[in-house]
């Protein structure tokens, strides 16, 4: 486990997605793009199967003479981070490690309507509603630690009125060359991809899939609670759903390495969708 910031790291991915697929701030202003690209909030994703500027040189630099003369403060140390790197967030208020207002979330896709979607803490949970007929894909990244291996659970449910195709999302290993997501429906189904920040750059769909299919394990419907853990080691990826494994594999040349993230994905003609997370923990494997 390394112990940096990857502020920087995302905001050159959310910049190159910027570019290359056009992306949205949760405002109708347009964005200076966030990370993977410019980890600057709101821009993302466009689906898989189902799916910065320079700033002018200034013009009020002083005369040499007018420089100042005195010596540089002393450098001070690195503030430390108040989130720990493993432990709970249970969302009774405002998380200061999870974005938890719309603003601050990151997304890959343009949004028709801001006034139709909404994210944030309700009800002791971080809740994602959307009630657009396209497709959005909206991230909440903890930025605060960087995993070579690490293990991300959490506690999803479904809140009605919400269609079952609604894209619960735990992601990991979200680096410069993109990150690893588990999707999980309430419907029954799983989906598993990669997000290639080098694809987005070329201006090609970034969503490889991995892997899908539907499982037992998954408690269909809403108020039903489902326990999603998404294991990332350097060489090999896990998804378990309440207690039994559901799909492993060994992936040669993982981009390892990274913070990790949860969010919701929604898919064109699916909704309302609306959906909480009760909790999600960092674990060391």
């Not at 050159?12 to 793009?33: D, N, Q, V, W």
């Not at 420089?67 to 790197?85: F, G, H, N």
């Not at 690893?180 to 991809?193: L, M, N, P, Q, V």
Request: net charge negative.
């Amino acid at each position: 486990m390394k112990k940096r910031i990857l502020v920087p790291l995302l905001i050159l991915i959310l910049a190159s997605l910027a570019c290359s697929i056009g992306g949205t701030k949760a405002t109708s202003e347009p964005p200076t793009l966030p990370p993977p690209p410019t980890l600057a909030p709101i821009e993302q994703p466009t689906a898989v199967p189902v799916e910065a500027t320079q700033a002018p040189p200034p013009t009020d630099v002083p005369a040499p003479t007018e420089m100042l003369t005195e010596a540089p403060p002393e450098p001070t140390e690195t503030p430390v981070s108040q989130c720990p790197p493993f432990g709970i967030e249970e969302f009774d208020q405002p998380s200061l490690c999870w974005p938890s207002y719309l603003e601050d979330m990151i997304t890959i896709t343009d949004i028709s309507n801001l006034k139709k979607i909404a994210a944030g803490v309700n009800n002791g949970a971080l809740e994602f509603k959307f009630e657009l007929p396209e497709d959005i894909y909206l991230y909440s990244f903890n930025s605060q630690y960087d995993y070579d291996e690490v293990i991300l659970q959490a506690s999803i449910n479904k809140i009605e009125p919400s269609v079952n195709q609604n894209g619960f999302t735990l992601a990991c290993h979200v680096n410069e060359f993109g990150w690893y997501e588990a999707r999980i429906d309430s419907g029954g189904t799983y989906k598993i991809f990669q997000y290639d920040a080098l694809k987005a750059n070329r201006g090609e769909n970034p969503f490889v899939n991995i892997t899908e299919g539907g499982t037992p394990a998954i408690r269909i419907g809403a108020g039903r609670e489902n326990i999603v853990r998404w294991e990332c080691a350097t060489n090999s990826l896990t998804l378990v759903i309440n207690d039994k494994e559901v799909w492993f594999q060994n992936i040669p040349n993982l981009n390892y390495g990274g913070y990790v993230g949860i969010g919701m994905a929604s898919y064109a003609h699916k909704f309302p969708i609306h959906i909480g997370f009760e909790n999600v923990e960092i674990l060391q494997p």
